[in-house]
């Protein structure tokens, strides 16, 4: 186990700065998740951390060792990949050892640890089989399996399950998380899915052109946004966002900050009454039922769009003029440069 | 009638339309090996298949006309050669222009492509001076040195670029993940992935080098150095005119290697012709 911390780390491809200057310290143990939409420079972050990216300026350090200049290969990590990165013509159990063997680790020891992961990840009827006759989740599995015979003390993850089905993508969410609770390893994780940061960081990391938006955990990004771009970036569906003025109306108690030009509320803390002059006014565009929960599209009397999310069944018909309203702690508050103020 | 019936009609109508376009590319082919047994009289006599009279003697009597044992030696070790220098260095210098950046790659390859434009025969009085100049002539170094370095490496050293550029970027990442080095990497993972373009290159190469004539006859003088090619053109008689019988029984002889390759290699072999594609 090992932290990783990031100083000023920048990076440049020719004129064009991709990582404009990002500090961060992921704890031992700690499941941290970078995320960001796509282009955010959260998988060049990764490749910096891992050896695989030179870092233009700025200091890296893993388990306090300064790793700038370390090749990939001795910076203790180990990198499971989006394609996952088998070699093809390798059965299960040679992908496994492949980096061992390369390290000349000796053939009793190697296949030792082969077997030990392969237990863990219950690949052990798979080792003679190659990439090209496993499923994607299986072959997920062996891509992890090779990554932890190699003992690393930091974990990363570059987007491990965007290959997968909605179903596996669920399943081998929890065996990753699983996975780090028995094996308690520092990881780092990144995705564009919002649901994977959310389900497995203890720490998120918001990225956006090449900048850190906000550092915390889950809760915190979810209830406690520092700006427009998170909180609506965090949380699914999207925030919906309104003319500070419409807060009043939302909440009636609440008092609003004086710079306060926007406020913010989730759809699923919108509750929805009978229209009254203390609540939100709005009319009913459109319902889609989802089973658990009813998404509610509803426009404004300023012709705003705005979504609310039920969990009744029986929802009012399109065309129903109905109140909306929140608590006063679920209402959030940004200025005009987007900062949350409270 | 049942649907297994027409399918078997279909079948043997399938059959018999391929066996007649093949008897254009087969009957020359049986045609050599029948005159190979045949004495010169019986060649030029009533056309038939078979040999009336079996003349085995022919077969031996090509090993005592000239050397042929030596030549048909020299013919598969410089073949050999040429593929197996041709395959190291086409793919390292493949493996460089599709992965490695550096300043002048594209330039590079431009230039290394433009080579292919030249006519080998524009070329081959320059180079018989040069390797005049090295003191090469008589030797079979031209033969291994201009297949390995001239054009054809050149086509080779394309159409492995063509096929690494193709390679996963994170397949390469993963190995240096394990700690190999880029010359590692290219071997353990590049070169074991790369069979198929490998296969083409080394029997499209293995071809060119056997076949080889132009150079031969420039480069060689004496009868122990020949190629199979040059050596088939010199099966004639006092006059000057061709011995046809010995002359087919050596090229029955001369296109064996070529018949194992494709024996034991059919599949690389179509994959192969796949691949050429890409140079088109």
């Not at chain 2, 059959?15 to 009289?41: E, H, N, Q, R, Y």
């Amino acid at each position: 186990m090992a932290d990783v911390v990031l100083k000023d780390i920048r990076k440049q491809f020719g004129a064009t700065e991709i990582i404009r200057g990002v500090d961060l310290t992921v704890d031992e143990g700690e499941f941290a998740v970078f995320v960001g939409p796509s282009g955010c420079g959260k998988s060049t972050l990764l490749r910096m951390i891992s050896g695989l990216e030179d870092v233009s300026s700025g200091e890296l350090h893993i388990g306090g060792r300064r790793m700038n200049d370390v090749q990939a290969a001795k910076r203790g990590v180990g990198m499971v990949f989006q394609s996952y990165a088998l070699y093809p013509h390798l059965n299960v159990r040679d992908n496994m050892g492949f980096g061992l063997k390369v390290r000349k680790v000796p053939v009793d020891e190697r296949d030792r640890r082969v077997r030990e992961a392969a237990a863990t990840l219950k690949l052990d009827a798979l080792l003679d089989r190659y990439p090209r006759q496993l499923s994607g989740g299986q072959r997920q599995r062996v891509a992890i399996g090779r990554a932890i015979v190699g003992s690393p003390d930091v974990f990363l993850f570059d987007e491990p399950l965007s290959n997968l089905d909605a179903e596996l993508r669920v399943h081998m969410r929890s065996e990753i998380a699983a996975l780090h609770n028995r094996l308690k390893t520092t990881m780092i994780y990144v995705t564009h899915d919002q649901i994977e940061a959310m389900t497995l960081a203890d720490k998120i990391v918001v990225l956006r052109d090449g900048l850190v938006e906000q550092i915390g955990s889950p809760r915190d990004l979810y209830e406690k946004p520092n700006n427009v771009f998170v909180a609506q970036f965090i949380g699914s569906p999207r925030m919906n966002l309104l003319p500070a003025a419409e807060a009043k109306l939302i909440s009636p108690t609440h008092a609003l900050p004086a710079s306060a030009v926007s406020v913010g509320v989730r759809p699923e803390h919108l509750r929805v009454v009978e229209p009254t002059t203390d609540s939100l006014s709005a009319t009913v565009t459109l319902n889609e039922y989802t089973g658990a929960v009813t998404l509610m599209h509803v426009e404004l009397p300023g012709g705003q769009t705005c979504l609310v999310v039920d969990d009744k069944r029986d929802m009012p018909p399109i065309g129903t003029r109905i109140g909306l309203t929140a608590d006063k702690d679920n209402l959030h508050f940004f200025d005009a440069d987007g900062r949350a103020v409270s | 009638m049942t649907r297994r019936q027409i399918d078997i009609i279909y079948r043997t109508c399938w059959t018999l339309a391929l066996l007649i376009v093949a008897i254009p590319f087969v009957f020359p082919f049986l045609w050599m090996v029948s005159a190979g047994f045949k004495s010169t009289t019986e060649i030029f006599g009533t056309p038939s298949l078979l040999p009336r009279v079996w003349r085995y003697e022919n077969f031996i009597e090509v090993f005592t006309y000239q050397p042929f044992a030596r030549q048909y030696f020299n013919s598969l070790y410089i073949a050999i050669a040429v593929t197996v220098l041709t395959l190291i260095i086409s793919s390292l210098a493949g493996y460089a222009l599709a992965r490695m950046r550096f300043a002048g790659a594209g330039l590079l390859m431009l230039f290394l492509v433009s080579a292919l434009m030249v006519p080998e025969e524009v070329t081959i009085i320059p180079n018989f001076f040069l390797i005049r100049s090295l003191g090469l002539i008589d030797t079979h170094w031209p033969l291994i040195l201009l297949p390995t370095f001239g054009p054809h490496g050149v086509m080779a050293t394309f159409l492995m670029r063509q096929y690494f550029l193709a390679l996963p970027r994170e397949l390469e990442d993963a190995g240096r993940m394990d700690g190999l080095s880029r010359i590692g990497i290219w071997w353990r993972i590049a070169l074991p992935m790369s069979r198929p373009a490998l296969a083409a290159v080394a029997i499209i190469t293995f071809l060119f080098s056997w076949n080889l004539f132009l150079e031969p006859l420039i480069f060689l003088s004496s009868l122990e150095m020949f190629t199979l090619p040059l050596a088939l053109s010199n099966f004639n008689d006092s006059y000057g005119l061709p011995l046809w019988n010995l002359q087919l029984a050596a090229t029955t002889l001369a296109v064996l290697p070529i018949l194992i390759v494709y024996l034991i290699a059919q599949r690389q072999i179509t994959e192969s012709f796949a691949l050429s594609g890409v140079k088109g």
